[in-house]
């Protein structure tokens, strides 16, 4: 069964403060006002779903949540080869062990296709 990506970054979230991090979840999208016009979220598109940093050595992280068959948007892989070129650690996460392993061992770009 495939869980919903919301129950995969809840997990995440809990798995991480477990492990010494502390993690922030991104309320990302837009929303109409009641003028007619929209507002969108301050962070750039393609933005990872949580961000944050281990408390051992402060170095900032970045965790894209996808399900088991859920692929990157073109604007997530344009924010992927950004982190990269600065050698962010950040990764797919479609599990709690992924995301660990992502921030535990300081991963850029674990789960993206190169």
Request: glycine share 8%; with cysteine.
């Amino acid at each position: 069964m495939n869980q919903p990506e919301h129950k995969i970054q809840d997990a995440i979230r809990v798995a991480l403060s477990a492990a010494d991090c502390t993690v922030f979840r991104v309320n990302a999208g837009q929303v109409r006002l009641p003028d007619g016009r929209f507002f969108q979220t301050g962070v750039p598109k393609g933005h990872p779903d949580l961000y944050g940093f281990r408390w051992a050595d402060n170095k900032i992280f970045y965790i894209e949540v996808k399900t088991k068959t859920g692929r990157p948007r073109p604007d997530q892989i344009k924010f992927h080869h950004f982190l990269q070129q600065k050698k962010v650690i950040h990764g797919i996460a479609r599990s709690p062990e992924d995301a660990v392993k992502i921030v535990c061992e300081g991963l850029v770009g674990y789960g993206f296709e190169n």
